[in-house]
């Protein structure tokens, strides 16, 4: 009985279905899964629609990062629009085996800003543990994105302070990058979004966890609307 209660759905949002066992996992401390990522990539993309933004899925960023076969990659990457994107979030996960889900145990952010030319690491770990995930992430997306970006490691990137709170961090910079581009990204092609990051501190981000799990009780708690 108790596997069935986490597995029942409680929240189906746009393309994302939450269960019950997320709302545990958000009231920490815990690792985020790759839905309360696509939940929150989901909820961006409906506070700053614009089709020049682009927040990719962990499972699409995943298949970017480990599909064996270019043909089926190019299939897979048409879609997605790449080369008319101003402004593209990938999240990274180091977990390289296909056959697990759910796998990995670090999250990360890999920003692409075509105004400034540029793809952008954010690692809030010490030691830039997922570097390796990323440049993989960034050779692959490259040419799907008409342009000769270079790649950077971000030293402002702010760190955890725990081991858990990797995917938040990933949620709060992708949050700051966002309202970065709505009010001025498209004026502050040398300085980015960098010093908006010092709103992502360690009190900003329990914050930002629990706000998460309000949004998802706000959103089961409104009234359904009959199509």
Request: net charge negative.
């Amino acid at each position: 009985m108790a596997k069935s209660g986490a597995d029942e759905k409680i929240l189906s949002y746009n393309d994302v279905v939450l269960r019950r066992s997320d709302l545990d996992i958000l009231k920490g401390p815990n690792y985020l899964n790759d839905r309360i990522i696509e939940f929150y990539f989901s909820y961006l993309s409906s506070l700053f629609p614009s089709d020049d933004i682009l927040l990719v899925p962990p499972s699409i960023a995943f298949w970017i990062k480990e599909c064996p076969d270019p043909e089926s990659l190019k299939d897979f990457m048409e879609p997605l629009h790449l080369s008319r994107r101003k402004l593209i979030l990938l999240p990274i996960n180091d977990n390289s085996d296909v056959c697990m889900a759910e796998g990995g145990s670090h999250w990360s952010l890999l920003a692409f800003d075509r105004n400034s030319n540029v793809f952008v690491h954010h690692d809030s770990s010490s030691g830039c543990m997922n570097e390796y995930h990323a440049k993989q992430v960034y050779k692959v997306t490259l040419p799907y994105t008409s342009s000769n970006a270079t790649y950077k490691e971000c030293p402002n990137t702010p760190k955890q302070v725990n081991g858990y709170d990797c995917g938040v961090y990933v949620l709060a910079i992708a949050r700051v990058i966002c309202q970065w581009y709505a009010s001025s990204g498209t004026q502050d092609a040398d300085t980015l979004w960098f010093s908006h990051l010092e709103q992502v501190t360690p009190s900003a981000v329990s914050v930002m966890r629990n706000d998460i799990l309000g949004l998802i009780k706000g959103l089961m708690a409104a009234p359904k609307t009959l199509a």
